[in-house]
């Protein structure tokens, strides 16, 4: 598993238990109603709303700001209207990082992502010059306490791709389509997922061994990440788990 795989799911748990919680909730109550602006309020026919609505859920939004969320994205309540935009760049050590964001001014967000990138070492990239290097997959992640054997056969049963070793969890990818129906099914096997989204996986990875260049990347990552506007980071380098962890943010 890359090593930004672990970082994003650290991130996961760390901004649902401390202070980062607020603003956990509001990037998820975003990604909510710009779903369901561009595909209809209905979770059933809506696979993007669907899987928004459901990663809102797990991670404890109320039920009823969810739904204030749709009701403003249908236009049903007046609201502030989100644009999607996706940035590419580059971190220390030629690490290619995709950031997508959704921002009601496009000039204020670039201007912040291009300050970021710079203070942190990094470099911003012409759209398509690292996006080749992912594509969208379904991810699910669940505890290690969970058995690798029967997860794996209850996963490949449900349609799922690959399960893999994620130090203190199990990953597991399928085609973005198949994520609700995948999670579903493991949920119905015994099996709850920590997360479940859909998301950009590398290709191709970069290994960074020096401890300080590694933690480079993470600072920018974490610099990136803390911006409002921005809903996921997604980049392609792998460290070592001891890095990782001697990594205080």
């Known amino acids: 598993m890359s090593g930004h795989s672990k970082w994003a799911t650290t991130k996961h748990r760390k901004g649902a238990q401390d202070k980062a919680r607020a603003k956990l909730f509001a990037k998820l109550i975003r990604q909510v109603e710009v779903a369901a602006r561009e595909g209809g309020g209905d979770i059933n026919a809506n696979a993007n709303l669907r899987a928004m609505y459901t990663k809102a859920r797990d991670a404890s939004v109320p039920l009823d700001t969810i739904e204030r969320a749709i009701k403003r994205g249908t236009g049903e309540l007046e609201g502030v209207r989100y644009e999607a935009v996706t940035y590419e760049g580059y971190a220390h ?9 959704l921002t009601d001014n496009r000039n204020r967000t670039g201007s912040e992502m291009r300050n970021v990138f710079s203070r ?3 470099s911003m990239a012409e759209p398509g010059s690292v996006s080749w290097q992912f594509e969208r997959r379904g991810v699910l ?3 290690k306490t969970s058995d690798e ?3 794996l056969e209850a996963a490949l049963e449900a349609g799922a791709d ?3 070793d994620a130090g203190d969890s199990w990953k597991i990818t399928c085609g973005p389509s198949e994520l609700h129906d995948v999670k579903e099914a493991l949920e119905a096997a015994g099996f709850t997922p920590e997360s479940a989204e859909p998301s950009l996986e590398p290709t191709q990875l970069v290994t960074v061994t020096d401890e300080a260049e590694a933690k480079n990347v993470l600072r920018l990552l974490d610099a990136i990440d803390d911006l409002d506007d921005v809903q996921a980071v997604h980049a392609n380098f792998d460290v070592s788990d001891e890095i990782l962890a001697s990594y205080d943010g």
Do not use: C, K, R
């Open 162 to 164: 690959d399960l893999s």
């Open 149 to 151: 054997d029967a997860l």
């Open 141 to 143: 992640i669940f505890p």
């Open 120 to 122: 942190n070492g990094g």
């Open 93 to 101: 050590g030629g690490v290619a990082v995709i950031v997508e964001v």
